[in-house]
T-cell receptor, first 114, second 114 residues
Framework: NAGVTQTPKFQVLKTGQSMTLQCAQD?????MYWYRQDPGMGLRLIYY???????DKGEVPNGYNVSRLNKREFSLRLESAAPSQTSVYFC?????????????FGDGTRLSIL | AQSVTQLGSHVSVSEGALVLLRCNYS??????LFWYVQYPNQGLQLLLK??????LVKGINGFEAEFKKSETSFHLTKPSAHMSDAAEYFC????????????FGTGTRLTIIP
């Protein structure tokens, strides 16, 4: 029972490098999300996808792009990594965008930018 | 705009003692309220949620929370702490209508003293 799977689990990049974080869910959920978690700041929404084929900006989208590849997969791309993007990134999914729907989280990707 | 305030970034309790983690919210529309738990190196897991109806909600692992509209609070309690409760706890709010997405508090790290 995998739920939400994120790859890779850890990554170290140099400033200016690019990379894509992958996320897949097996719960047939319509909506997916990308968050970053920084100490003392809780989780902040980067981008979300209400359904397959749509994406929207969240609270902190600058420096990131996303792709909703299909209903299962939602990737996050850093085109030119900066030290300020050092963080733990979480992908989540829910049945829909309705506020009462709980979100299901992956185990995170720990990303360090040197 | 909605927001969540968690009083106390760190809380320590003795094993067997009462656990009380405080959460106050601000929302211009009726809220949905959630508590999530995060164990080390893992993603967030839903503990419990309030949507409508009964204001005292019970969750997993013996936790419960009470929605108090007059106090704009949703405090999390457990009568008797176990060592396995050591984790970080996040309160979150979403709106019953409108476009605002799930907003997290900054988290409370719970330490259990043997």
């Amino acid at each position: 029972n995998a739920g939400v799977t994120q790859t890779p689990k850890f990554q170290v990049l140099k400033t200016g490098q690019s990379m894509t974080l992958q996320c897949a869910q097996d719960m047939n959920h319509n909506s997916m999300y990308w968050y970053r978690q920084d100490p003392g700041m809780g989780l902040r929404l980067i981008y979300y996808s209400a359904s397959e084929g749509t994406t929207d900006k969240g609270e902190v989208p600058n420096g990131y792009n996303v792709s909703r590849l299909n209903k299962r997969e939602f990737s996050l791309r850093l085109e030119s990594a900066a030290p300020s993007q050092t963080s733990v990134y979480f992908c989540a999914s829910s049945e829909g965008l309705q506020g009462y729907q709980p979100q299901h989280f992956g185990d995170g990707t720990r990303l360090s930018i040197l | 705009a909605q927001s969540v305030t968690q009083l106390g970034s760190h809380v320590s309790v003795s094993e067997g003692a009462l656990v009380l983690l405080r959460c106050n919210y601000s929302s211009s529309v009726p809220p949905y309220l959630f508590w999530y738990v995060q164990y080390p190196n893992q993603g967030l897991q839903l503990l419990l949620k309030y949507t409508t109806g009964a204001t005292l909600v019970k969750g997993i692992n013996g936790f419960e929370a009470e929605f108090k509209k007059s106090e704009t609070s949703f405090h999390l309690t457990k009568p008797s702490a176990h060592m396995s409760d050591a984790a970080e706890y996040f309160c979150a709010v979403s709106a019953q209508f409108g476009n605002e997405k799930l907003t997290f508090g900054t988290g409370t790290r719970l330490t259990i003293i043997p």
